[in-house]
């Protein structure tokens, strides 16, 4: 092989390794510097289903801009929701007449039943005269009693099987209500997490379609800080888990944060590094986050023995 040909061979690997996270050893402590902070959470908040855009807005009113804190499942705005509005008050009118129904059910039980046992007790007492004094009822009138009853036990059936099918109507009404109020909800904009809006992609009055994102909200209370570790100086059980010591250089000085390691990668990438990362909890300054994603920083991690 050319002198040449070894000396390109050499710079494409050197071009290919992972970010040159340097390891320093003193006192069981290893030195990863070049570490660099990024999020841990963040997502573009989409629509949930086709609509125009009306609001973009708190509760109290406070437009939804960047740099604005939110909570999770915090109101940030609506789509026009008065179909399903309608929709869902029409569903719950249903739902109450379904159980005005299955209430007219239950009396018309209790009435087939009272009146199976008035016809029940004249076929008795018919029976009985006669037992006293036979023939004093005539046979037709006592069959004609007798059908009264067999009547009455059949209407009674029949009420209860109303019964029963008004309790499902109920339960149907009571799910066609719930499909109408979710329906709503995918109206309303929502923040799936506590962060900051850091990018508004829509404004009022635009039409947006199912999945469109509308903002973008980030998690800067945690950040996580991420360096590599060369396998030839530790192997991934002497780091994993280990406490360690964060700390990011200012133009005025430093701030440290105490946390552990909470990840190892498995894999080994080119130039014998493996990634690992702990998670910190950030500071506020005068209303804003103290550390921000993409900043440098080093890690010091106790490797002594536990």
């Avoid at 804190?69 to 309608?86: E, F, H, I, P, S």
């Avoid at 309790?167 to 329906?183: G, K, Y």
């Avoid at 060369?230 to 002497?238: F, K, T």
Wanted: hydrophobic fraction near 40%.
């Amino acid at each position: 092989m050319s002198e040449a040909l070894a000396l390109s061979l050499a710079l494409i690997v050197t071009a290919a390794a992972p970010p040159a996270s340097r390891v320093a050893t003193t006192d069981n402590v290893a030195t990863v510097s070049q570490c660099v902070v990024s999020l841990i959470d963040e997502v573009e908040v989409p629509a949930r289903v086709a609509g125009v855009l009306m609001t973009l807005q708190l509760e109290d009113g406070t437009e939804v801009r960047e740099g604005l804190r939110v909570t999770k499942k915090q109101l940030l705005g609506r789509l026009d929701d008065a179909d399903a509005l309608a929709r869902q008050k029409a569903a719950g009118l249903e739902h109450q007449v379904s159980q005005a129904e299955a209430k007219k059910s239950e009396s018309s039980i209790a009435s087939a039943d009272a009146t199976v046992a008035v016809a029940g007790a004249e076929v008795q007492e018919s029976e009985a005269v006669n037992r006293r004094a036979k023939g004093a009822v005539p046979p037709t009138q006592l069959r004609r009693q007798q059908l009264t009853e067999q009547r009455a036990r059949m209407e009674a059936d029949v009420a209860r099987r109303d019964a029963e099918t008004a309790t499902l109507t109920v339960a149907l009404r009571e799910a066609q209500l719930e499909v109408a109020s979710l329906n709503t909800d995918r109206h309303r904009i929502e923040s799936p997490l506590d962060g900051t809006v850091v990018q508004r992609y829509r404004h009022p009055g635009e039409w947006v379609n199912p999945g469109d994102p509308i903002v973008r909200i980030v998690y800067l209370d945690r950040l996580r800080v991420e360096g590599f570790v060369d396998i030839a100086a530790y192997r991934p059980e002497e780091v994993a888990g280990r406490p360690v010591r964060v700390e990011v250089q200012f133009k005025n000085g430093s701030e440290s944060f105490e946390s552990t390691i909470s990840y190892v990668s498995p894999l080994v990438e080119l130039g014998g590094k493996y990634r690992v990362w702990a998670e910190v909890k950030n500071r506020d300054v005068d209303g804003y986050p103290l550390v921000r994603p993409g900043m440098s920083a080093s890690m010091f991690i106790s490797v002594g023995a536990q």
